[in-house]
């Protein structure tokens, strides 16, 4: 697998990239309610995350301030899980695959992770 080591920039960046569509796109459901029949209420806690995830969504997918707008969105997911899929319940609620915070969790950690390292190859942040 050693041969695979030399994409290892190439590889993050499309990580990057890929997490900040996807992350980008979970705002556009909340904010236009693109494929979707639930709009939360402007200016309520749901429509304020659709807001962070198409801003640091955007800005992570084509690296521009992509250590703080992956730090936020890092944070905004920690958020989501704890508050709305563990809900501070005791027992079984806390695993992810019981209360279907998998994709929280997965998001907190690799914003976490790009928040760390930063935009990389194919973006806009000045090196």
């Not at 590889?11 to 996807?22: C, E, N, P, Q, S």
């Not at 198409?54 to 084509?62: K, P, S």
């Not at 806390?94 to 928040?115: D, H, Q, S």
Request: proline share 2%.
């Amino acid at each position: 697998m050693h041969q695979l080591a030399k994409y290892t920039d190439q590889a993050y960046a499309l990580l990057r990239i890929v997490t900040g569509l996807m992350f980008e796109f979970h705002g556009v459901q909340k904010l236009f309610g693109v494929l979707t029949d639930f709009q939360p209420a402007i200016g309520s806690q749901l429509w304020i995350g659709g807001v962070i995830e198409l801003g640091c969504g955007v800005l992570v997918m084509v690296g521009l301030q992509t250590r703080w707008a992956a730090f936020i969105a890092s944070g905004e997911m920690a958020v989501a899980y704890f508050q709305f899929h563990w809900k501070f319940q005791l027992g079984t609620q806390f695993f992810p695959t019981i209360n279907k915070g998998e994709l929280a969790v997965l998001y907190c950690f690799v914003f976490l992770f790009i928040a760390c390292r930063g935009g990389g190859i194919w973006c806009l942040d000045k090196k």
